[in-house]
């Protein structure tokens, strides 16, 4: 790989609403305006070689990636470690209470039948090292606000937050090789040692 181009899905229902999703086997479609969002995205990319299409298994990632590629060849790879967070007893609630949440607990405590910070980063960071391992040459990586959020902080060299800011729907954000090989280092030794 010699670059990746992240880009986070388009506006769903559930984002519309304020609301997390961190169950894939729930089906929570784009909305219209994330559909055009979409659209928007492939008409960006329209001048971009993109030699591989990685994206996690959620719907709403699924369906923007789709859009975006319409009437493009590119193969599909889903990285189930790209998907968004177990929020456990979050889950279908209002992002702000679990924010709330995140920010009252450390990073290594994980809400009941979710998902810790630590283990979400641990994931990421793995996802990123398969990604970094592929032979294709330019890879649209389609995911989760808080993943590209987590890449885009690491890549300038913060670490980890409790607090993510939100990543623009369907907006692409290109990483040179170095430049994700970095990131992901970051994320790697905060993992091993977390500072929150």
Known sequence: MESVIFARHGESDYSLRGLVNGDVSLAVPLTPA????????????????????VTSGFLRVRETADLALAGRNVPRVVLED???????????????????????????????GGESRVALVTRYARAFRVVLARAERQILV????????YAIAARDGTPPAPRAPVIAYATPYPF?????????????????????
């Open 142 to 149: 389609v995911t989760h606000s808080i993943a590209i959020a």
């Open 82 to 112: 790209l998907g968004d967070p177990g929020y456990g007893v979050y889950e279908g609630g209002p992002l702000d209470a679990y924010r709330a949440w995140t920010r009252s607990h450390g990073s290594g405590v994980a809400p009941d």
């Open 34 to 53: 994330g559909e055009e969002q979409a659209r928007e995205l492939g008409r960006t990319l329209a001048g971009e070689e993109i030699d591989l299409c």
């Open 176 to 196: 040179a090789r170095a430049e994700l090989e970095r990131a992901t280092s970051l994320l790697e030794a905060w993992c091993a040692a977390p500072t929150w």
